[in-house]
């Protein structure tokens, strides 16, 4: 994004000046207009935006947490959609949505639409600009939407299809939060005790002449590891997870990854019908919006996050191409349930495909809903039983030497 050095006013009438980066001189001139500044002298430059205390004008903190949410995106969509059913002008309603949203990033954004949309742009070639903000789904439905006449009822469908997303990566989220919480809680009380606690305690052990039991050897053996060594185990733990993450942006690395996720138990039938559910429902979305099927399966493939599913949707849409139905491209891989395979076939053949694949998506919901209940119920227990066992062997390990030396004081 290019930037700007400008000089303008101020609403008090002091002159001002800075830089800033816009799409074009008209973005420029509507962002400051937006900040209550009047611009009176703008010039392109390619010095680098100043930063706080460099200075120049000092950055707005705030616009780094500035984050344009899905969940916004929907909100404005289906206020979007409200209006255009009421009978508002696009550019009229365009204008309402950014006068009255609080973000003042997605509210840049919004006026820039506007005014694209003012000039004689197109709805779907406006939001095209931000591709970080509004996705491909998003955008190609809109332009379907456009072109069939029916916008409004094209983006309350995307508002749904949102809002249905985001409902289920919640409950997805709250499912793994209380697991998440535990692992860490545990983990630091273990190495609080390891470090802190048993080194102190077991140094009455030193002047032992029995043999320690294995069991406490090991304990003061980790403990000792733990407290002279920490700081390596700390940096070696971090640069594990930065080599997997690494590894895991790589094709071969996603193709591994996503392969042994699918054949974990619990976790990979959990993540199949997370796959199969979004497949379902992006693809009788868009197709009930009039995106055409191959270009819908090209965006469904890109939204699946699993990269052996997405192989399959891909070869599933060359085969397409050559003149067959989707169910039986998807039913040859074996990664899809017959059951998926069978109602697809059914859609196909009596022209009812967004429905029956309405009817899945809403099955799969429920059965990743049934899911995620299960799964929480074991780890919860299990995580209480690991972080119980953990502190139960510490304890243990050193009670056990306590006994052993009041057992041979008694027998004195």
Known sequence: MPAFAYTGLSKSGKAVKGIESADNVAALKQNLKRMGIFLTAVSETHQNLP???AGGREVDLSAIFDRI???LVSRNTRLLATLLCAGVTLPEALQALTDQVESRRFKGVLGDIANKVNEGSSLADAIARYPDVFLPLYINMVRAGEASGSLETVLLR??????QQEELRGKVTSAMIYPIIMTVLSGGIVMMLMINVVPQITAMFDGMSAKLPWNTEFLIWISNLLAKWWILFLAGGFGLVWLFRRWRKTESGRATGDTI????????????????????????????????LLQALDIVRSLLGNFVLEKVVGTARENIRE?????????????????????IAVGERSGQLEQMLIDVANAYDREVNIALTRM?????PLMIVLMGGSVGFIV?????????LNEMAGQQ
């Open 376 to 380: 929480t119920a074991t780890l919860e």
């Open 69 to 71: 949410s899905q969940k």
């Open 323 to 343: 003149g067959e139905g989707i169910a039986p491209a998807l039913k040859r891989s074996g990664e899809f349930p017959s059951l998926v395979t069978h109602m």
């Open 396 to 404: 243990f390990s050193i009670m056990q030497p306590i006994m052993m």
């Open 261 to 292: 996720l699918l054949k974990i138990p619990v976790v990979g039938d959990l993540a199949r019908k997370l796959a199969i559910a979004r497949f379902a429902r992006t693809l009788s979305t868009m197709l009930a919006s009039g995106v055409q």
């Open 51 to 53: 930063t706080a205390g």
């Open 158 to 163: 995307i508002a749904d299809f949102m809002d």
